[in-house]
């Protein structure tokens, strides 16, 4: 653990970032071929429905190791292609301690959410009491969250959707580069999603993958994303337009190069941030198993206001005025929601609640610098050093 003396921002100290330091920067390779490649497109005049797409998907597919790869306009779509083609119409077990969209795929397929726990140490689905919630409800599916690209317990889950006899999706939004004991994520459950937006580390600018070893699954997201038409416009069921454009198959073309090496680089980052930061009191940070690998798509932080001195709320305000922006990914957990509201809340979920009183996300990209990493664990220290004060000041404004 590094110190120093200077003074938090917040207290009037200079800060760290004058011009501020955004929670993530897109790392985009080779952008020159990426140019020859969109005039390339824009020149034969077929914006969608094109070989880029085709390319995009025969790429992922080799990367993963899975026969079946179907580009869509985003996670969120494919979930909800992915959750209508497994029949998910009725409860659907799922972490709340996710981003929204798990929850919204599940309502949009027509399904209705029931929330299991998450485990304290990755804050990935609880599989003992995913296990519970599926018997509980009858569940029709069983969902799990990567988050911030851990990957899940999936031999665990496996089991339990087998025992129930229910499909596993995974939302792998945050995952792809993400490895389970050497094998990628990619290749579990019946399909995995990921998302291809602007804060991941594989963009497409906007867009989502659907990956799976199921044929039949991926012909019935191929039609899905076509509105369910088969090309004879006698549509075979209520489908979506959730087409890939070729423009962002082309910028996901680029940004998928080097991933494993720009991964590598993450966990790199992540570990001189863990080992900057170590014996602080009150902050640890979800644990990625041994042998597993994350993308780090976010570098997160856990916690405890009583040992910390302070709670996310205030660390986030001291950040701030250090110009480093942060976020509390996942909070308010989905259970909480405006949206889901109406759901029964015949049981609580401590685990989940507490986690999402404590995170805190802070900026990491893939070409962030080593020195960088340091100085924003140094404001982290910084602020806890002083934590009694800030916490003075913030009560006084
Ligand atoms: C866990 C998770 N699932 C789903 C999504 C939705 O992805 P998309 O924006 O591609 O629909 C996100 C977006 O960040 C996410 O974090």
């Not at 011009?19 to 080779?30: A, I, M």
Request: with cysteine; aromatic share 6%; proline share 7%.
């Amino acid at each position: 653990m590094t110190t120093t003396l200077a003074q938090p921002a917040i207290l009037g100290g200079p800060p760290a970032f004058p011009d501020g330091l955004p929670l993530t920067r897109v790392s985009l390779p080779h952008q020159d071929l990426l140019r020859q490649r969109l005039d390339a497109i824009i020149a034969s005049g077929q914006l969608t429905n094109g070989a880029t797409v085709r390319e995009l998907e025969d790429a992922v597919a080799a990367l993963l190791g899975v026969p079946h790869v179907v580009a869509v306009a985003s996670c969120t779509a494919g979930l909800m292609l992915v959750l209508q083609a497994v029949g998910a119409a009725g409860p659907v077990t799922l972490p709340s301690f996710t981003f929204a969209a798990t929850a919204h795929a599940v309502a949009w397929a027509g399904g209705q959410p029931v929330f299991a726990e998450i485990d304290h140490d990755s804050i990935t689905i609880d599989p003992a009491d995913a296990a519970a919630q599926v018997a509980a409800s009858g569940s029709a599916a069983l969902m799990a969250t990567h988050v911030y690209g851990t990957p899940c317990h999936v031999e665990a889950l496996q089991q339990v959707a087998d025992q129930a006899g229910v499909p596993l999706v995974y939302d792998a939004a945050h995952a792809l580069g993400s490895h389970r004991q050497g094998r990628p994520i990619g290749g579990f459950g019946a399909a995995e999603v990921f998302s291809l937006s602007p804060t991941k580390v594989v963009t497409g600018g906007e867009g989502g993958l659907i990956a799976t070893f199921d044929e039949g699954l991926a012909t019935a997201c191929r039609l899905g994303r076509d509105y369910g038409n088969p090309g004879d416009y006698d549509c075979l069921f209520p489908g979506l337009n959730a087409r890939m454009s070729e423009l962002h198959a082309a910028v996901a073309l680029a940004s998928l190069s080097a991933l494993d090496a720009r991964v590598a680089l993450r966990g790199q980052l992540a570990r001189v941030f863990h080992q900057a930061t170590n014996g602080l009191p009150g902050l640890r940070f979800p644990v990625v198993a041994p042998g597993d690998v994350s993308t780090y798509k976010d570098l997160t932080l856990i916690v405890d206001p009583a040992e910390f001195g302070l709670d996310t709320v205030a660390l986030a305000a001291a950040l701030r005025a250090e110009g480093i922006d942060s976020r509390r990914y996942f909070h308010p957990p989905v259970h909480r929601q405006k949206a889901y509201a109406h759901l029964p809340r015949d049981r609580e979920l401590p685990v989940t609640d507490e986690i999402a009183d404590r995170v805190l996300t802070v900026p990491l990209w893939s070409h962030m610098t080593e020195d960088t990493v340091r100085i924003i664990a140094d404001a982290v220290i910084r602020a806890h050093g002083k934590a009694q004060e800030i916490a003075r000041q913030l009560r006084a404004r």
